[in-house]
């Protein structure tokens, strides 16, 4: 590992801003998330993306029951990272693609690699990033997790000012 810091870019995928689970607010995240990205560059740091990944069995899936709006199906435009910030993903880390909100080999990686602070932008606030906020803390109680709340968000304000506060009552930093 060449760095003690990574940026982690979650789930900024075509569906979650403009596409079937898309809001206003998540494009205006695009611009936020690269300004991050480039400093990170800067800064030798570390950028590690995820990707919401699903397949045409999506609606058979106890996520599609629950939300049953197929959405990132794995081949798609949707499925891609959106914008500015795909431009980005050539000079990721690792890129983690995971079926589940929360990416278990993600958070073993983040371990392995001894990062001392981590950061977490990307969408949705209140359950993908929550998730693997909760993850990562999980396995690296040592490590500073760091949520920007400029660059995350989700469809409910509400919902997003409380996933907010669940985190910052986990001790994770919030800024």
């Known amino acids: 590992m060449s760095t003690q810091n990574a940026l982690v870019i979650i789930d900024f995928q075509n569906d979650f801003v403009t596409g079937s689970l898309g809001f206003p607010k998540a494009k205006t995240l ?16 570390d950028i ?58 993600l958070a073993k990686f983040i371990r392995d690699s001894g990062y001392e602070n981590v950061t977490l932008v990307g969408l949705v606030s209140n359950i993908c990033v929550l998730t693997n906020a909760i993850l990562i803390q999980s396995y690296c109680p040592n490590t ?6 400029s660059a995350t968000s989700c469809f409910d304000e509400n919902s997003n000012t409380n996933a907010l506060d669940v985190l910052k009552g986990l001790f994770i930093t919030v800024i």
């Open 30 to 45: 695009d611009d936020v998330i690269c300004k991050l990205a480039k400093s990170a560059i800067d800064n030798s740091d």
């Open 48 to 105: 590690i993306f995820t990707k919401d990944t699903h397949f045409d069995n999506y609606l058979a899936t106890k996520e599609g029951i629950n939300l049953p709006v197929p959405h990132c199906i794995n081949g798609t435009l949707g499925h891609e990272i959106y914008g500015n910030t795909a431009k980005f993903l050539p000079l990721a880390t690792e890129c983690f693609t995971k079926e589940t909100f929360g990416s278990i080999p």
């Open 144 to 149: 500073n997790i760091i949520v920007d709340s």
